[in-house]
Each structure stands twice: as C-alpha cells, then as structure tokens.
C-alpha cells in the first residue's frame, strides 16, 4: 500500500513512518517545514515540500492532490494541525482519508466546544465559562478561588495560565471577541495521556501514559504505557458516542478520590505513537476498521533524550526530582535513535536552524515557530 503522511516536523510521525515502512508499505511524507525530523528516514520513499496549509490553503489542497495521483497513494494520513485543512477538502482528495470531518475536528479541538459535548454525554470535565469580556473574566474569579485559563484554540498549553492572580489575567488577555479563551475551575492531581486509533465509534489502538515529564505545561517528553481501565471507559464512551473516525487524544487529571476529568482533547497524532509503533498490528488500526483493539507490546519506558535534557532536566532540578528524571533517563530509550535508520538522530539539529529563522522572519519565539505554518484558530480559510 502506498501511504502518504503529512506532519513530518513532529517525532510521532516518523514513527508512524517507520512503521507503516517496517509493514511493507511505501511511505511519502508532504510537508511544509523545510528540514523537518522525518525528512532524511530510510522509511520514507520521497519526501515533498508543500505550501503552508495555513497561509497557502489552496495551493496546498492542490500539492496534496498532486502527489496522491502521480504517485498512486492509497491512504493519506494527516497528523498534526494540516489535518484540519485537509479535512475542509477531504472529499475533493483521489484517495482515503484518515480523517473526521472539518465540523467534528472543530468541535473537539476547541477547548469550549470540547467541554460541552463530554458533558453531555455524561462524561467528566472541568466547569468551564467562556471569556470574550472583563466582565466574564470577573465573572469567573467570582466564580472560582482557583483557576486556569487558556485560549479555546491553542496547542502544547504554550499559552495556558496556572493560578493566574487577577491582575495578571487582565493584562494578559486581549479580550478580542474573535480570539476567545476558556476560564476552567483548577482541579489538581496526577496527570495522564491519552492516544487511541478510531474507526466510527470502534477503537482499533490505544495507549495511556503518565505525564511526568514535560517540555512548558504540556508537550510531554518521556513515555511508558500504563492500563487504566477507567481512562479507557472514558474514552471508548466518548469515541462511541461520537461515532469518531481518525486519531485522538485526550489529556486527563486523575483526583486524589480516584475521578478523571478530561481537560482536552487532540483530534490528532500525538506522543502515545510512540508507544504503539513496536505492536505489528499498530499500522493496520489505521486501515481495518474490524480489528481488535492493539495496546503497546514492548512496556520499555521511551524518550525524546534532548527534550528531557533541555526541558525535563531543568524542571526536575526545580522540582527536587533529580533522582527520578534520572532514573527515567538512563531506563528509556530516545524515540529518534533507531540504528537501522540513523539520519533523523544525526541530523536533527538541523532542524533547529529553520526554526530560528522562522522565528526571526515573524518575529515569534521558536517554541511557536513549530507550528506557525499550520496552525488552526477556528474558521480559518486563507488563499
């Protein structure tokens, strides 16, 4: 089978690309992040360098339609934020596509929108109010002693406010009714991920793993599958009632009492690929809506080795956890190093040189250079 992946910035995707590769199939990868990670892979056949799907939607729509007919694609799998462009058109697409619809994607993506549907359905989320106002943003510290905000679209909790004091808050937010944020009561306790393949409600692969160690509040940087029966419960009945194609992911606070809440959701690849890429049956989860559900088979603990260096170290010592992060450390294999495909692990600081100069270009900080180009805020249709 001819596979075609988008995305190929994030460490996820070329694991998926070294699986999908591992099974037999021909993988090519569309991307618009020159010297992405995945881009020197003996698992990838031919990579393609496409326009912005944010800025040049059209002529990325048209670059995707492209590469699936001259190369005779038979899936196309988006895996970060182009999965939401590339669902405005998916119909329009000569091939599958491993995507829900623009509406659906939508709704889970947005951190308000998101709320809503698990409540009612029953499921446990934090009490969220919606900010477009100071007034709403009086309203909900009247409402809460203890809260978080963050903007109802937005990624990686790059922008997320912990305990924020009033004033802060006030300064911070721009109050533009097109770029509204969430206000959540503050739920404290342990942490966990969730990443699961989907065909119309039936669940085909899943993970869950502790969020230990992270890059900022969110992008988590080491893994190891857990099973948790009731986070699976959570998920299989939110995925059922919403009758969900694609990938997802959801992130959870566990209480002290045992209760999950769900803060969000990722209608998307996330980190828990990495966990899935050692089972055999993790490739075809993608295509065969029938099989059973696949759970990691290899329990090693995993790593991305410079995010926990650069991001997991300085927190730990922050934390007084420099005994755990190093016990973490030296048990877990770096998800980039594969021997049998060295290029990604020697050449990835190459990549860091395009993210400084985009960052240079636009005048944004590196962290948000990653994803600049692809970002989904809403209704957002550019040329």
């Known amino acids: 089978m001819n596979i075609l992946l988008s995305g190929g910035r994030a460490p996820a995707t070329l694991d998926l690309a070294r699986a999908f590769h591992r099974a037999g199939h021909r993988v090519f990868m569309a991307e618009s992040f020159r010297a992405h990670i995945s881009q020197p892979s003996n698992a990838i056949t031919k990579n393609f360098f496409v326009p912005s799907p944010r800025y040049q939607t059209k002529a990325f729509i048209q670059a995707l339609r492209n590469i699936i007919v001259d190369n005779k694609i038979n899936l196309f799998i988006p895996t970060g934020e182009e999965i939401f462009y590339a669902a405005m058109e998916r119909n329009e697409l000569p091939c599958a596509v491993f995507s829900e619809s623009i509406t659906k994607l939508n709704q889970l993506h947005s951190k308000w929108s998101f709320v809503i549907s698990a409540m009612a359905n029953d499921l446990p989320a ?17 409402q809460w002693r203890e809260l978080v905000l963050k903007p109802v679209y937005s990624r990686f909790a790059s ?32 942490h966990y991920s969730t990443y699961s393949i989907c065909h119309h409600g039936h669940i085909t692969a899943h993970t869950a793993y502790p969020a230990t160690f992270k890059a900022g509040l969110g992008t988590v940087v080491a893994f190891q599958h857990i099973e948790h029966p009731a986070m699976f419960k959570w998920v299989k009945t939110f995925v059922e009632k919403n009758k969900f194609t694609g990938q997802i992911g ?39 809506p029938h099989q059973q559900c696949a759970t990691p088979i290899n329990h090693r603990p995993l790593m991305l080795a410079i995010g926990m260096l650069i991001h997991g170290l300085p927190a730990a010592l922050q934390k007084k ?27 990835q600081f190459r990549r860091f040189f395009t993210l400084l100069s985009i960052s240079w270009k636009n005048r944004i900080s590196p962290f948000e250079a990653r994803t600049f180009d692809v970002e989904w805020n809403g209704d957002e249709k550019r040329g």
């Not at 009490?127 to 510290?141: G, N």
């Not at 606070?253 to 990495?274: F, M, Y």
């Not at 030296?330 to 594969?338: E, N, T, W």
């Open 126 to 142: 934090p009490e969220t109010m919606l900010i477009r106002s100071k007034d709403d943003l009086f309203h909900a510290y009247a």
């Open 250 to 288: 959801f992130d959870f606070i566990e209480k002290a009492d045992g209760q999950l809440v769900a803060l969000e959701c990722n209608p998307r690849t996330t980190s828990g690929a990495h966990l899935l890429a050692s089972n055999p049956k993790f490739t075809e989860a993608f295509y065969n």
């Open 321 to 347: 956890q420099f005994k755990t992060w190093l016990e973490t450390f030296l048990s877990s294999d770096d998800v980039i190093l594969d021997y049998k495909d060295p290029r990604p692990a020697l050449l």
């Open 159 to 190: 922008q997320t406010m912990i305990l924020p004091p009033l004033k802060l808050a006030l300064s911070t937010l721009k109050f533009d009714p097109a770029i509204p944020w969430v206000a959540q009561g503050y739920t404290s306790g342990k």
